[in-house]
C-alpha cells in the first residue's frame, strides 16, 4: 500500500522557518512529480511548490523567494523549506504524488 508522511509542522512566529518533510513508501517518490499543497482555514486547497522527477521546480507566486521545495531519492523524501514565513502562510500543508496524498501536517504562523 502506497503511503505519504508529512512531518515538520508547528507553530512559528512570523519570520520564521519550518522544514516539512514528505516520505514516501515504495518507488512513488522517484518515479513521480511530487507536489505540496497547503489548505488554509476555510479556503480551497492550493498548490504550493512541487518538483519533478528530473529536479524542475516550481512555485506559487505567493511562495518564491521565501520556500524551497527539494528531494532526496535515496531517503524515498521530498522537503520543503519555508523560510520568511508570514500569518498568511497559516495552513494544513499536504503532499501529493500521482494519486495519492499524505494526511495534512498543521502549520500555524502567529503574527
Known amino acids: 500500500q502506497v503511503q505519504l508522511v508529512e512531518s515538520g509542522g508547528g507553530l512559528v512566529q512570523a519570520g520564521g522557518s519550518l522544514r516539512l518533510s514528505c516520505v514516501g513508501s515504495g518507488t512513488l517518490l522517484r518515479i513521480n512529480t511530487m507536489d505540496w499543497y497547503r489548505q488554509p482555514p476555510g479556503k480551497q486547497r492550493e498548490l504550493v511548490a512541487g518538483i519533478t522527477s528530473g529536479g524542475r521546480t516550481y512555485y506559487a507566486d505567493s511562495v518564491k523567494g521565501r520556500f524551497t521545495i527539494s528531494r532526496d531519492n535515496a531517503k524515498n523524501t521530498v522537503y520543503l523549506q519555508m523560510n520568511s514565513l508570514k500569518p498568511e502562510d497559516t495552513a494544513v500543508y499536504y503532499c501529493?504524488?500521482?494519486?495519492?496524498w499524505g494526511q495534512g501536517t498543521q502549520v500555524t504562523v502567529s503574527s
Open positions: 501529493f504524488g500521482d494519486i495519492y
